[in-house]
């Protein structure tokens, strides 16, 4: 099968981030590709001002570039906070006040896919709390994007990098979004494959593909180790994205990986340019 027929698209918050968050979608649409997705790009504001909001909507569409998938608020990423829906507290109150900010915004663009990432445990909080406040809250961003036709996202992170994560497998990330779509009804939640993560979890990711493709919503991609692009490491991609179409995907695959110490229009070798547009 190989790539052919795979729809990939670039993550502006990881990599291009040598430019100016403005400069990003021009820069991907140079490199090829017509689809990008994004990190919430406000680190400190959950709400920002709205002529931010509607610069980065401008420069998205002046570049052509399709968003397909966004994170809400999650406070400082990469860096230590790896999430704040489920952190009592101001954390989880920016997670809220962010909810319809950011599916509004995701509406304004057509993008369909909405990830939110838990936050880590907090010393002196009982975990069951922080687990009652993280599905009330994914219970109302799961609300927020069946309002704009969109899914939710639910990511496993992975151990070594996020210690104090308690989303740090595919089981467990897939256990949490069965108990939202069984709290909300609406069947919207889906996992978000991060196949670096899981791969840095020690995972069988053969049969995390078999097991959970069907519950799946979006699949993202790094090497592994170095959260490289493609090539750079000791993962099969050809072979993963095989296993996954055999298994029914059919969904956007986010290239989440570091550039290395070159420009990061110079980290897409391994992919062919025609396979960075969208054109299934």
């Known amino acids: 099968m190989g790539l052919t027929d795979t729809r990939f698209n670039v993550n502006l918050s990881i990599l291009f981030t040598e430019l100016p968050l403005l400069e990003r979608p021009a820069a991907a649409a140079a490199a090829g590709f017509t689809a990008v997705e994004l990190w919430w790009p406000w680190v400190d504001a959950p709400v ?11 420069a998205l569409n002046a570049a052509g570039t399709q968003l397909v998938g966004l994170n809400f608020y999650a406070g400082q990423l990469p860096g230590p906070d790896r999430g704040a829906l489920s952190i009592p507290g101001e954390e989880s109150e920016k997670f809220r006040a962010n909810i319809d900010v950011a599916a509004d915004f995701a509406q304004s663009l057509g993008c369909t896919a909405l990830n939110a990432l838990y936050g880590n445990r ?33 990511e496993a992170l992975n151990k070594p990098e996020s210690p104090a994560c308690p989303i740090v497998s595919a089981p467990k990330a897939v256990e949490i979004v069965d108990k939202v779509n069984e709290a909300t009804g609406l069947g919207n939640a889906k996992f978000l494959m991060d196949l670096y993560h899981l791969s ?11 097991a959970y493709t069907a519950k799946t919503g979006h699949v993202q991609i790094a090497d592994n180790p170095g959260r490289g692009a493609p090539g750079t ?24 990986y570091k550039p290395g110490d070159r420009p ?17």
């Open 200 to 210: 840095m979890n020690g995972e069988d990711l053969h049969q995390v593909i078999d």
């Open 48 to 58: 920002p001002e709205q002529a931010e909001l509607d610069a980065l909507r401008d």
């Open 264 to 280: 990061s229009a110079g980290a897409f070798e391994w992919l062919p340019a025609p396979l960075r547009a969208a054109q299934h």
């Open 122 to 154: 907090v010393e002196g909080v009982d975990p069951e709390v922080q687990d009652e406040l993280a599905l009330e809250n994914l219970v109302l961003a799961a609300r927020a994007a069946d309002r704009i036709g969109a899914i939710l996202l639910i």
């Open 233 to 256: 490491g000791d993962l099969d991609f050809t072979d993963l994205i095989d296993r996954l179409k055999k298994n029914g995907y059919e969904g956007w695959i986010g290239l989440e």
